[in-house]
């Protein structure tokens, strides 16, 4: 697929299939974390724990014990280990699949292989999904939205509306992105909507796709200080749709 071409349908497929969730009466906070890291599990968690927080976990079992630009990351023995503190495992693929230039029968066999080792592994079945590099084809889009409750992307909300086949996320990276964080809490505050963070590593030196602990403490005490709710997104899912199937 040509560069022109994949921007377009990476656009086209934020306007298609679309399923909007219900505007939560007070604002939820949820933490993602892509892959995933072994300094998540190190370093991330235990400050979230230190709140009685609990994330979702978007792991793609490829990646398991696999070293690359985001460090080590965990085995299949941590991922029973965090679902076991509380953390939620969501999907992710399994080889970290690049929605662009694979069909959708392809996607879905390395969805299955994903879900099937979480399964092995004994952990519940998830309905949550994040897509790899947050690429989507509108193609990909609809076979998923029957298979999962709600398909992550990596796209800042520029309001409070939610699509589930297409969750915004906001970045939790470099400083830049943190200022930004902050001021999305701020934002929350006010303003009643669904507010999801995500990052990959966490540690000294990150990659540019993950932040350093210090960050993401800042953004940890700016949540604490809102008295906001942190769920985990299945949790945040089912409390909005029970929200909604009362109005
Ligand atoms: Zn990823």
């Given at each position: 697929?040509?560069?022109?071409?994949?921007?377009?349908?990476?656009?086209?497929?934020?306007?298609?299939?679309?399923?909007?969730?219900?505007?939560?009466?007070?604002?939820?906070?949820?933490?993602?974390?892509?892959?995933?890291?072994?300094?998540?599990?190190?370093?991330?968690?235990?400050?979230?724990?230190?709140?009685?927080?609990?994330?979702?976990?978007?792991?793609?079992?490829?990646?398991?014990?696999?070293?690359?630009?985001?460090?080590?990351?965990?085995?299949?023995?941590?991922?029973?280990?965090?679902?076991?503190?509380?953390?939620?495992?969501?999907d992710?693929t399994f080889s970290h699949l690049n929605a662009m230039g694979v069909d959708a029968e392809t996607y879905m066999a390395d969805i299955n292989l994903n879900?099937?080792?979480?399964?092995?592994?004994?952990?519940?079945?998830?309905?949550?999904f994040?897509y790899p590099?947050?690429e989507v084809s509108?193609s990909i889009k609809k076979a998923l939205?029957?298979r999962?409750?709600?398909?992550?992307?990596?796209?800042?909300?520029?309001?409070?509306?939610?699509?589930?086949?297409?969750?915004?996320?906001?970045?939790?990276?470099?400083?830049?992105?943190?200022?930004?964080?902050?001021?999305?809490?701020?934002?929350?505050?006010?303003?009643?909507?669904?507010?999801?963070?995500?990052?990959?590593?966490?540690?000294?030196?990150?990659?540019?796709?993950?932040?350093?602990?210090?960050?993401?403490?800042?953004?940890?005490?700016?949540?604490?200080?809102?008295?906001?709710?942190?769920?985990?997104?299945?949790?945040?899912?089912?409390?909005?749709?029970?929200?909604?199937?009362?109005?």
């Amino acid at each position: 697929m040509n560069a022109i071409r994949q921007i377009s349908t990476r656009r086209l497929s934020r306007f298609v299939q679309k399923s909007i969730l219900p505007t939560p009466s007070e604002t939820i906070i949820t933490f993602g974390f892509d892959d995933c890291p072994l300094s998540v599990v190190e370093t991330a968690l235990p400050m979230l724990e230190a709140e009685d927080w609990r994330a979702t976990i978007y792991v793609a079992c490829g990646l398991c014990e696999t070293t690359n630009h985001l460090g080590l990351h965990m085995s299949l023995d941590d991922v029973v280990e965090v679902h076991k503190r509380g953390h939620e495992i969501a999907d992710h693929t399994f080889s970290h699949l690049n929605a662009m230039g694979v069909d959708a029968e392809t996607y879905m066999a390395d969805i299955n292989l994903n879900l099937q080792t979480l399964r092995a592994l004994g952990l519940p079945p998830t309905r949550h999904f994040a897509y790899p590099y947050g690429e989507v084809s509108p193609s990909i889009k609809k076979a998923l939205r029957n298979r999962f409750e709600t398909l992550r992307g990596v796209i800042s909300p520029n309001n409070q509306t939610q699509d589930a086949n297409l969750l915004n996320a906001v970045r939790l990276y470099d400083d830049k992105t943190i200022e930004s964080a902050l001021m999305h809490i701020e934002t929350a505050n006010n303003t009643p909507q669904w507010l999801h963070f995500f990052t990959h590593d966490v540690r000294e030196n990150p990659s540019e796709y993950g932040c350093t602990p210090e960050n993401f403490q800042r953004v940890v005490e700016a949540v604490k200080a809102s008295g906001l709710k942190v769920m985990t997104v299945d949790q945040a899912y089912r409390h909005i749709e029970e929200e909604g199937s009362h109005l």
